[in-house]
């Protein structure tokens, strides 16, 4: 069995690529739904009816857990899914969200003040600052900031345009804050270029750091899911659209050489 990753596209995809790198062992199948990018743009019965297609894709080839590698579906549709999903034939497979270890991450910051960018729908979920507000010691203030520009930019190619438009909102809107969240896994993409102009005056969490560690302990903390993964370094990758631009990406991530 193997391990299964969703996302609309570039995003979901760096995030597989480390995680590659810390288990490599492991088999992997990545879903995704290039035809319904941006999906931050969408509504949240869309967001949960594209996101359900990919998970259903994945268990029906053979993946034991599915990593949802995108804010936006895991703001709502995470949950969902594990309620509607994980019975009958799939009753023993697992759904796993990023917002959650991200909020672990905020919350064993030394830092209080805090920026989240993100996409319209992650922002609008409001769903970062309710699994704050779930954790009642938590000092943390935490502003968000939708950046719906990114994805498409990223997504063509545009770094530069991405990295000045996300420096605009950080300057913008995120105030005093310490740290930025980059809320979103396709902005993992730009945190290279955000970390250097922003230099020691912010510091950027970024999923791509933050998940493989969470997904490694995980593993270790449910043998019953560990214990049938297969280990013969396979990597597969579904899109729903065929993207020309994707084939050596995809053919060096396949060989290995990540995305
Ligand atoms: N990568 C997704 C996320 O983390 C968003 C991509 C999109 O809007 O399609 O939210």
Redesign the pocket.
Known sequence: MKIGFF??????LTILREVVKVLPQYDYYFFG?TE???????TKEEIFEFTKNGVEYLFEHDCQLVII???????DSARALQQTMLVGKYADRKILG?IVPTVEEIINSPETRFALL??K??VESGKYATELDKREQREQELVAIST?EL?PLI?AGDYRAAVDCAVKYIETKAGESEVVVL?????TEIKSALRKHFANSKRFIS?DEVIPEKIKKYLVAHPEIESVLSREGGRNIHLTKHRADYDLLLQHFLSGGGA
């Open positions: 996302d609309s596209g570039l995003g979901g739904d319904h990018l941006p999906l931050g743009d969408k590698a995108c804010n936006t579906s895991s703001a990023v993100g996409t729908h992650t719906p994805v997504e809320g979103c896994t396709h902005y999923q």
